[in-house]
């Protein structure tokens, strides 16, 4: 055999699987940036990849009608074929039927604004939100919201329940998309650490000035991290022993869920 077209045969299919890993790593970022869209300079930060390769992608992810260019703002957006594409899986996902009744009791009980939020590669995605009946209520996080895992409680929470060294991992990949929510590895690192040692995730500041959250991982039958639950409240309501009454509510329904997709 031509041992020049083996070698060429080899390194052909690690080129497309490269090509395809970098679009979809840019399509990550601009889902983060849902409606408004992404500035291409902001895609080239978070993803590390050249000014050129990033402006290649986007293009041809726009000849596909994958990704749209804002005219006014320039900005680059998730186009009008994904939400179409995904009408080919429109059944609610098994965890979104598990966690449904948990989510119910759980909101009656509290009163304060609760979030299931699933881990998708690097990034936290919300989607579900459950507003509860105290007159002041936390919104910081909306259904189809996507954050770097690590900004928030729940990714906080996710990152905690993984060995160490898969968490530190992603946490160096996101270092660079730190940058835009305040924060940094070493202060998402002492989190997860202070998580593991509480037995839940804990933001004393939240997203929101003036608010503090709670969040308690769920695991799949296999032992990995998949999503989160997550209480968020003024922190006048979360004083120490309230504190304690709402974690112990979502562990225990975190319990409830994993028997629930398990089963």
């Known amino acids: 055999m031509d041992r020049t077209r083996f070698a060429r045969n080899a390194i052909e299919p690690r080129q497309g699987a490269q090509?395809?890993?970098?679009?979809?790593?840019?399509?990550?970022?601009?889902?983060?940036?849902?409606?408004?869209?992404?500035?291409?300079?902001?895609?080239?930060?978070?993803?590390?990849?050249?000014?050129?390769?990033?402006?290649?992608?986007?293009?041809?992810?726009?000849?596909?009608?994958?990704?749209?260019?804002?005219?006014?703002?320039?900005?680059?957006?998730?186009?009008?074929?994904?939400?179409?594409?995904?009408?080919?899986?429109?059944?609610?996902?098994?965890?979104?039927?598990?966690?449904?009744?948990?989510?119910?009791?759980?909101?009656?009980?509290?009163?304060?604004?609760l979030f299931l939020t699933v881990r998708t590669g690097n990034d936290t995605l919300c989607i579900d939100r459950r507003i509860g009946i105290y007159p002041i209520q936390v919104l910081s996080i909306e259904v189809g919201a996507r954050r770097p895992l690590g900004v928030s409680s729940a990714g906080v929470a996710i990152l905690a329940a993984m060995p160490a060294p898969e968490a530190r991992k992603i946490v160096a990949a996101n270092e660079k998309r730190f940058e835009a929510y305040n924060t940094d590895v070493a202060t998402v690192i002492g989190e997860v650490t202070a998580a593991r040692r509480l037995g839940y995730g804990l933001r004393e500041i939240g997203l929101v000035q003036g608010t503090k959250s709670i969040s308690t991982w769920i695991k799949t039958p296999d032992g990995r991290p998949a999503a989160a639950i997550t209480v968020s409240a003024v922190r006048t309501r979360l004083g120490p022993r309230r504190e304690q009454e709402i974690a112990e509510i979502l562990l225990r329904e975190a319990k409830i869920i994993e028997q629930a997709i398990g089963g």
């Not at 990849?49 to 000849?63: A, D, K």
């Not at 703002?73 to 995904?86: M, S």
């Open 19 to 113: 090509a395809i890993r970098r679009a979809l790593a840019v399509l990550r970022i601009l889902a983060a940036g849902r409606e408004a869209g992404v500035p291409l300079a902001e895609v080239v930060q978070a993803t590390g990849l050249t000014r050129p390769t990033v402006h290649r992608i986007v293009h041809v992810l726009i000849e596909e009608g994958i990704v749209e260019r804002h005219e006014r703002t320039g900005r680059y957006a998730i186009g009008n074929q994904v939400p179409e594409l995904a009408l080919a899986r429109p059944r609610p996902t098994r965890l979104l039927i598990a966690a449904n009744p948990s989510l119910q009791r759980a909101s009656a009980e509290i009163g304060d604004t």
